[in-house]
T-cell receptor
């Protein structure tokens, strides 16, 4: 399996809802990422997990809560979001070379299109 | 921190012509430069990348060049086809520093038949 998969493809939620986004990869990659992308803009990094540990948090509001239960799975828990959080949420993964700690090319999933009403 | 500027923001070419997109970066420690293609409604796809120990890399109709001294790198697409139409993003990264990619603002390429 050479792909990153994400579910759901689309999500509509109210500002009081709690929902979760899921990302999965079976390429043996040990780094996984969450990005947020607005229309016609580049992806913005939110979180990086390396070997299932959070290594980068780009000062993301606490209404976004990441979780990495195992080396293949990455979740993003959403709570009390605002309409401005509506965006495409992309997951990515990359290989990490042990010892060198080199992060190689990142492969993106298809994204979850989130709308917050 | 790193900043990446990308030009032009839009580019329109005739089928068969060449297209060139340029990026400049600010942090001389950056050593990895990928290019992503994103078609409307789809995921960004890595099309080519280059590391700082290499000056040029080619893959069929696509090539990337890197000038470390000037801190700029470019994407060259030859013999463009309508299916090359997409938004292209350049990025810069420091390998060994957590995999953080700093993206340019994107170039919307339109190839007219």
């Amino acid at each position: 399996d050479t792909e990153v998969t994400q579910t759901p493809k689309h999500l509509v939620m109210g500002m009081t809802n709690k929902k979760s986004l899921k990302c999965e990869q079976h390429m043996g990659h040990r780094a996984m990422y969450w990005y947020k992308q607005k229309a016609k803009k580049p992806p913005e990094l939110m979180f990086v997990y390396s070997y299932e540990k959070l290594s980068i948090n780009e000062s993301v509001p606490s209404r976004f809560s990441p979780e990495c239960p195992n080396s293949s799975l990455l979740n993003l828990h959403l709570h009390a979001l605002q309409p401005e959080d509506s965006a495409l949420y992309l997951c990515a993964s990359s290989q990490v070379d042990m010892g060198l700690v080199v992060y190689n090319e990142q492969f993106f999933g298809p994204g979850t299109r989130l709308t917050v009403l | 921190g790193e900043n990446v500027e990308q030009h032009p923001s839009t580019l329109s070419v005739q089928e068969g012509d060449s297209a060139v997109i340029k990026c400049t970066y600010s942090d001389s420690a950056s050593n990895y430069f990928p290019w992503y293609k994103q078609e409307l409604g789809k995921r960004p796809q890595l099309i080519i990348d280059i590391r700082s120990n290499v000056g040029e890399k080619k893959d069929q109709r696509i090539a990337v060049t890197l000038n470390k001294t000037a801190k700029h790198f470019s994407l060259h697409i030859t013999e463009t086809q309508p299916e090359d139409s997409a938004v292209y993003f350049c990025a810069a990264s420091i390998l060994r520093q957590g995999g953080k990619l700093i993206f340019g603002q994107g170039t919307e390429l339109s190839v007219k038949p």
